[in-house]
Nanobody, 125 residues
Framework: QVQLVESGGGLVQAGGSLRLSCAAS????????MGWFRQAPGKEREFVAA????????HYADSVKGRFTISRDNAKNTVYLQMNSLKPEDTAVYYC??????????????????WGQGTQLTVSS
């Protein structure tokens, strides 16, 4: 069993920055793609960013490209989402996720093998 634990959410002023963390345990992750989805009230869960554990290839949603950066720390088995220039429309619950089969470009909700519990980000105007 794989466990994913997110942390780092909170309340941030528009234009500010925050970093989310996702600590993974239970398996080796060299063959996984890991990343983040988010879900706002009344909206479907949407892709944010993904990274291939081996090699570090990344993929971003157009809505966050240039503002968010996904990275990983191999020693800590942790994936990060650095969020800069935050906007009120970024407000959502952010979910860490892991996908054994898919590359970052195919990191879709239906392909996810493991989900974290979610962490709330609220961006005030």
């Amino acid at each position: 069993q794989v466990q994913l634990v997110e942390s780092g959410g909170g309340l941030v002023q528009a234009g500010g920055s925050l970093r989310l963390s996702c600590a993974a345990s239970g398996r080796a992750f060299s063959s996984y793609t890991m990343g983040w989805f988010r879900q706002a009230p009344g909206k479907e869960r949407e892709f944010v960013a993904a990274i291939k554990w081996s090699g570090g290839r990344t993929h971003y949603a157009d809505s966050v490209k240039g503002r968010f950066t996904i990275s990983r720390d191999n020693a800590k088995n942790t994936v990060y989402l650095q969020m800069n220039s935050l906007k009120p429309e970024d407000t959502a619950v952010y979910y860490c996720a892991a996908d054994y089969m898919s590359p970052p470009e195919l990191f879709y909700p239906g392909n996810i093998d493991y989900w974290g519990q979610g962490t709330q980000l609220t961006v005030s105007s």
